[in-house]
Nanobody, 126 residues
């Protein structure tokens, strides 16, 4: 039923780390550009990061640049978001999304995504 499923969220202290996974079923991520998004209560959904189908193009929101790293392992049909130096303002539900085709990640927030995951909760608190 699910084409994309996020995992790896949880409760961490400020300064801690988490690695989120976006695993695909029924689709082959080799052909898809992947975006990570997040939504905090009372706020609009915002783009976090993007990785192209080849992995050569990436992009990050200014708020996470230098702290988060996106990567993909096509052999495992999975995309990862490594999150370091977490801050309370990173608290949100994190979603991955996939769009088929070849896109440069500069405009990833506006891509016509074909699939969305159900989201995984990340809470950064003492």
């Amino acid at each position: 039923q699910l084409q994309l499923e996020e995992s790896g969220g949880g409760l961490v202290q400020p300064g801690g780390s988490l690695r989120l996974s976006c695993a695909a079923s029924g689709i082959t991520l080799d052909y898809y550009v992947i975006g990570w998004f997040r939504q905090a209560p009372g706020k609009e959904r915002e783009g976090v990061s993007c990785i192209s189908s080849s992995g050569v193009s990436t992009n990050y929101a200014d708020s996470v640049k230098g702290r988060f790293t996106i990567s993909r392992d096509n052999a495992k049909n999975t995309v990862y978001l490594q999150m370091n130096s977490l801050k309370p303002e990173d608290t949100a539900v994190y979603y991955c999304a996939a769009v088929k085709g070849s896109y440069y990640c500069s405009n990833y927030a506006t891509f016509p995504y074909d699939y969305w995951g159900q989201g995984t909760q990340v809470t950064v608190s003492s």
